[in-house]
Structure formats: structure tokens, C-alpha cells
T-cell receptor, first 112, second 116 residues
């Protein structure tokens, strides 16, 4: 059974810092990994999708890496801003199972 | 273009009543998913549709839960005889093809269900 873990559960940093969010998964037989952002009371916004054959994806100040063999992904946020404050979720799409399996999320607070 | 939409955005009901939640996926997306997000449980998969068929219902928590999809588009999740533990945010997602390496899922804003 696939299990996804995100560390830390919460993170608070001053504005302008670069930061890394971590995601690990137990079963490396995945099709892809997605990072999402969720604002309070809102749905999920897709940030980045990394295919199983890829090592990283970039979008603006965000960079996500994937090491499938070790079951790890990181989301790097450069030059953080207060508007980046949200909960960040990673999810893996398993081969042979038509569903995303989510981690518990990292609640990020960027202090002005 | 329009994203995934869900209605209602909020639903308050009494224990024992039936509720229907609706999802309109992105036009042209053949795959549709329902998830549930509750405190302490995180996001859990409920059911997956490919077209109008549901090859994976493994996440439905009990036989009080059912879902259908018509015309390869709109889906309805029905909860019968609601219980307080059904209180959660119900999220719908759609993707272009369903499965595979490049298939990104796009989520709706969710329906917050409160069972009194």
C-alpha cells in the first residue's frame, strides 16, 4: 500500500528566504507526482506535475525534483513571499491504480 | 477556459437525510475522480470514472455512498442516511485521459458537507 509522507508538517519563515518542502513515498511504481497548493477553505491548485521519467520541473519560482528510486521529491520555493502562505500537498499516481495518494501536507507561513 | 465546478459549495443537513453533490468536469476530460478531505484523515480517494463507467469504487466508505456519471460529463455523488462522520469537504477532479505519466488532475473548489 502506497504511503506518502510530508515533512515538516508546518513551516514558518521570513519573507525572502528560499525553502524546501519534502515528500517521500514508499512504492516507487508511480506514473507521476503532483504538487498542489491549498488555500484555507479552497480547493487544490496544481503547481507542478513530474512524470516518472523526469528528474525535475520548474515553474517560475518553484522547482520540484523527483528521485523515484529513493522515493523522494522536493519542492523548492525561491525568494518566498507572503502570498506563498498556504498548505502544500504532494500526491503520487500509482501504476495500476487510478487515483492520487496524498501526503498530509505542509502548512507554510511566510512572515512579512 | 472553465475549470472544474462543484455545487453546492456548502451543504448543511440533518443526520439521516440524503444529500447529492454535483461535479462538472473540464470539457473534454474523460476521467473524473471524487476525493474526500476530513480533519485527521487528509485527502482520501473515493471513486474514479472513465467515461460513464466506474472501474474503481474501492474508496467508497460504505454502501450509503454511490456515484454516477452521465453523458461522460456531469457526476453526482449521493450519500444516503447521512451520519456525522460524513462531514467533510468533498472534492472532484478531472483529467484528460485517466492514468498515464502525463495525466494532470485538476480540482474543483469542493463541497463542504456538515451533518448535524
Amino acid at each position: 500500500k502506497q504511503e506518502v509522507t510530508q515533512i515538516p508538517a508546518a513551516l514558518s519563515v521570513p519573507e525572502g528566504e528560499n525553502l524546501v518542502l519534502n515528500c517521500s513515498f514508499t512504492d516507487s511504481a508511480i506514473y507521476n507526482l503532483q504538487w498542489f497548493r491549498q488555500d484555507p477553505g479552497k480547493g487544490l491548485t496544481s503547481l507542478l506535475l513530474i512524470q516518472s521519467s523526469q528528474r525535475e520541473q520548474t515553474s517560475g519560482r518553484l522547482n520540484a525534483s523527483l528521485d523515484k528510486s529513493s522515493g523522494r521529491s522536493t519542492l523548492y520555493i525561491a525568494a518566498s513571499q507572503p502570498g506563498d502562505s498556504a498548505t502544500y500537498l504532494c500526491a503520487v499516481f500509482n501504476q495500476g491504480a487510478q487515483k492520487l495518494v496524498f501526503g498530509q501536507g505542509t502548512r507554510l507561513t511566510i512572515n512579512p | 477556459g472553465a475549470g472544474v465546478s462543484q455545487s453546492p459549495s456548502n451543504k448543511v443537513t440533518e443526520k439521516g437525510k440524503d444529500v447529492e453533490l454535483r461535479c462538472d468536469p473540464i470539457s473534454g476530460h474523460t476521467a473524473l475522480y471524487w476525493y474526500r478531505q476530513s480533519l485527521g484523515q487528509g485527502l482520501e480517494f473515493l471513486i474514479y470514472f472513465q467515461g460513464n463507467s466506474a472501474p474503481d469504487k474501492s474508496g467508497l466508505p460504505s454502501d450509503r455512498f454511490s456515484a454516477e456519471r452521465t453523458g461522460g460529463s456531469v457526476s453526482t455523488l449521493t450519500i444516503q442516511r447521512t451520519q456525522q462522520e460524513d462531514s467533510a469537504v468533498y472534492l472532484c477532479a478531472s483529467s484528460l485521459a485517466g492514468g498515464g505519466a502525463v495525466d494532470e488532475q485538476f480540482f474543483g473548489p469542493g463541497t463542504r458537507l456538515t451533518v448535524l
